[in-house]
């Protein structure tokens, strides 16, 4: 890689650095008002997208440790936000859904996040959708994308 192409990469990080930043901020506001952070969305979001999934499952999308997902389960379950079910099928399984609070801060925090990604869709132009989302997988470690993209 020589310099020219680093120095245009540099930019390209720089970007993500500062988008990722303000697609997080409004969400991250809402959220502290709960003492809930990124963590949390996360969980959220995706219990959200998947009502029903094992925790197992989260753990494998979030790929974070079971204690770290342990912490703010807690949080979510004793606050509300998520209820945990026994699996009637096997017993040592604990199915993910969200309750009335959860939907409701899932829903508020998804629709401010669409609606940056829209409007970046309609600043860049037409059919950039599809070259966004290929930009994403790429960026995801390749040993996790077939993984990661089959969970969504």
């Known amino acids: 890689m020589n310099e020219n192409e680093l120095e245009n990469l540099r930019q390209s990080i720089e970007l993500l650095f500062l988008a990722y930043r303000d ?16 963590a949390h969305h996360r ?6 997208r998947n009502p029903g999934m094992t ?3 989260l ?11 342990a912490r703010v389960l807690r949080q979510l379950v004793e606050e509300g936000f998520i209820e945990k079910r026994l699996d009637h099928k096997d017993g040592r399984r604990r199915l993910l859904y969200l309750l009335k609070k959860g939907s409701e801060i899932e829903i508020l925090l998804t629709r401010l996040q669409a609606k940056r990604i829209r409007a970046a ?8 959708e599809s070259a966004f989302k290929n ?3 790429g960026i995801i470690n390749e040993k996790d994308r077939g993984r990661v993209i089959n969970n969504l």
């Open 23 to 38: 697609f997080t901020a409004e969400p991250d506001e809402i959220l502290s008002r709960y003492g809930f952070g990124r």
């Open 43 to 48: 969980v959220i979001y995706f219990v959200g």
């Open 55 to 57: 925790v197992s499952k």
């Open 59 to 69: 753990l494998d999308i979030l790929q974070i440790t079971k204690q770290s997902l």
């Open 121 to 128: 869709f309609e600043l860049a132009g037409e059919n950039v």
């Open 135 to 137: 930009v994403l997988r």
